[in-house]
């Protein structure tokens, strides 16, 4: 990264909170820990943080009253929720405080990463994003918006998967997108059957492009894949 992304991670399990800060700042970001909601929110008043990390079971404040608090500050600053519960009405609350993203202990450290860099893209995408949503691709016009591909005077008209998935990898273009990364921008879950989804998805793609030899979408076996755009 060229700039660290500044994360605020309110967790009261401080072994567990220690090797997350770890993990994260090897990952190339810079972490706040905070072991109850009380010292979180006020860490948040007094620092800049683009990504709010949130337990659920805190002492003094749990997470959805500090949730609902950092948004009354900041209306925008995404909020991934970290939580042993896993019903459904937990989720459900979650979300209606403004959760962008939840996910449920114990996890992967490696989901972890990429449901943040999923959101922090996605919050970037958001910002950046122009109003008619086009995006030149050699010769083609990708419209995401209508989910439309124009090459000439020939409109092809692609699924919302499709548009969904193709828009990601406009946004990550020459660089390697990991299946995971790539599965939870989409659908929200690293799933092994999504995965085979998504390798279908991925070749009807490169037939949809297959007109433009400087447009190429590159298969890491078991990694990932590159879209290929050469550069003018």
């Avoid at 090797?19 to 007094?46: Q, T």
């Avoid at 439309?148 to 946004?171: D, H, M, Q, V």
Wanted: net charge neutral; charged share 30%; glycine share 6%.
């Amino acid at each position: 990264m060229d700039s660290k992304v500044k994360i605020l991670l309110a967790e009261d399990d401080l072994n567990f909170g220690i090797l997350l800060v770890d993990y994260l700042e090897s990952e190339g970001f810079e972490v706040k820990l905070c072991r109850d909601g009380e010292i979180a929110l006020k860490a948040f008043k007094n620092g800049a943080y683009e990504i709010c990390l949130l337990d659920i079971m805190m002492p003094k404040m749990d997470g959805y009253t500090l949730a609902k608090q950092i948004r009354t500050i900041n209306a925008k600053i995404p909020i991934l929720f970290l939580t042993a519960k896993s019903l459904k009405e937990d989720k459900v609350k979650g979300f209606d405080v403004g959760a962008d993203d939840y996910i449920t202990k114990p996890f992967e450290e490696e989901e972890l990463l990429c449901r943040i860099k999923a959101i922090i893209r996605r919050v970037g995408d958001s910002s950046q994003k122009n109003e008619t949503g086009l995006i030149n691709l050699g010769k083609y016009s990708f419209d995401h918006k209508n989910q439309a591909l124009k090459i000439g005077s020939e409109t092809k008209r692609i699924t919302e998967k499709e548009s969904e998935i193709l828009f990601y990898l406009c946004n990550n273009k020459n660089r390697l997108v990991k299946r995971e990364e790539l599965l939870i921008a989409v659908w929200g879950v690293n799933d092994y059957f999504l995965g085979r989804s998504l390798d279908v998805f991925i070749t009807k793609i490169r037939k949809y492009l297959k007109d433009d030899e400087q447009l190429k979408i590159e298969n890491i076996h078991g990694v990932g894949f590159i879209f290929n755009v050469a550069e003018k």
